[in-house]
């Protein structure tokens, strides 16, 4: 067996002489104060693979309160036990106690946690091999208790021990596994893929779920991940939604299934978060949906229903409001298409529903959705084009006349007009929008006026 201690090779020097003097100095009043401190966890990790790290994480032996005392910008992260974070500068380091976890019983949260001295300790507790190494900022060597530097060469994704055993003890780690196998170019050890089981989940919080899983949907790895955890059952923990085919999807009246379908989506979108739920989300509703005639299968109101499913599935997961409201408008609007006979007032209409910035969010789901539909004909493509085209058209030409937001605002109606702020401005405003779409060249401040004062004059009579 190798030994635990080993000095860096030369080539690792190098990557290790990246860790930022901030860092060090952290490192520095830690060791001037007589505590150990290690850098571990992903920094580590990256430095061995020559990659630079996001951020860094250190572990020492002195206590949370003793931390605290010694820098005093740090705030206790309530999700992590123990664990302390600094800022600096838009980067964050954490210092977490070394520490031992004994016993688990909700197999979440270990039950009694014991602050130590032995890094070898803390190191067992950690999840897999690569993410298991330490290096002692003090005698700059590396502690590598697990053959963690072995699976860096081999890139190979390892549990620390016996993995059944360590999604028993935190099921968040089986999210993990695929979090790291969607982010990290590395290969899945066959046992610690093969004990990830959906019981252990049972316990995870949907907010730690969902951390993990936004990691792994932006990554590159994201279709081989979404497998595994559907594959393994943990899809269903947290988005059983995804797994209903309904009657008539499971009959086979589509190509794809829609898991088959989302995922294709998924992993053809840009990588952004907001995109890839769109994508994965979009045609949640089908199942609920279809009906069947001798036209074939249909989905009706599918983009309806899909969007506010998607709210309640987003909410349920925690996911911010601002974000379930800009997937679930991309829900809404995915199946927007348009003929010869559409108006140019329809599609500002559509520009003023989605929201002009979020119109680039709403052609890349529309593109998705024709990739992985297996759809991608001449006729498919020209349409999304003319869809393109059309809306860029229009957007290009709103500088001058602007038909999205009138000149005039709520404060210029109450000066003109001597009205009280109310109700009454917000709708004399809709009204002044919905007019410009249809015609963009009343947006001058004496055109809206006029109109603004017919309306509100047709209003007093009624
Ligand atoms: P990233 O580069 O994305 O930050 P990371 O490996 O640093 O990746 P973190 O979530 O920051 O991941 O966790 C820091 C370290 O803490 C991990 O590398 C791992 O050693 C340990 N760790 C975190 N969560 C767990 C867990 N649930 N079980 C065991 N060890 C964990
Ligand atoms: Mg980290």
Known sequence: ????????????????????????????????????????????????????????????????????????????????????????????????????????????????????????????????????????????????????????????????????????????????????????????????????????????????????????????????????????????VFLAELLNEGQHLQKGFQKKSLWQHSMEAAMTINPQLQLRLAALLHDVAKPLTQSIDSDGIHFYNHDQIGSELSRVIMKRLGYPRQLVDRVSTLIRWHMFFINEQTSDAAIRRLIVKVGPQYIPDLLELRRADIVASGRVDYHTWENWQALSGRINDILNAQTTRNPFYPVINGTDLIKHFQLQPGPIIGEVLRYLQETLLDDPALNQKPALLKLAEDYLQARIKT
């Open 1 to 236: 067996m190798s030994p635990v201690r080993t000095e860096l090779t030369t080539t690792e020097k190098l990557n290790f002489s990246e860790i930022p003097e901030w860092v060090l100095n952290v490192a520095r009043v830690l060791n001037m104060k007589g505590f150990q401190t290690y850098l571990v966890g992903g920094a580590v990790r990256d430095l061995l693979w020559g990659e630079h790290p996001s951020d860094w994480d250190l572990a020492s032996d002195a206590l949370p309160e003793e931390i605290g005392a010694m820098f005093p910008k740090t705030i206790a992260s309530g999700s992590k036990y123990g664990t302390m974070t600094i800022m600096n500068e838009g980067n964050q380091l954490e210092i977490t106690t070394l520490r031992e976890d004994l016993h688990y019983s909700d197999g979440r949260h270990p039950e009694i946690v014991h602050f130590g001295k032995d890094i070898c300790l803390d190191l067992a507790r950690r999840d897999f091999t690569i993410n298991a190494i330490a290096f002692d900022l003090t005698k700059r060597e590396l502690i590598d208790p697990f053959g963690g530097r072995r699976d860096i060469r081999r890139r190979l994704l390892k549990a620390v021990g016996d993995p059944a055993r360590r999604y028993h003890e935190d099921g968040l780690r089986m999210f993990r596994f695929y979090r790291f196998l969607a982010t990290l170019d590395v290969q899945a050890h066959r046992q610690t893929e093969q004990a990830i089981n959906a019981e252990s989940a049972i316990g995870v919080s949907n907010e730690r779920i969902r951390e993990e899983f936004s990691k792994l949907l932006i990554g590159p790895g994201v279709g081989r991940a979404l497998s595994g955890l559907k594959k393994s059952g943990l899809l269903g």
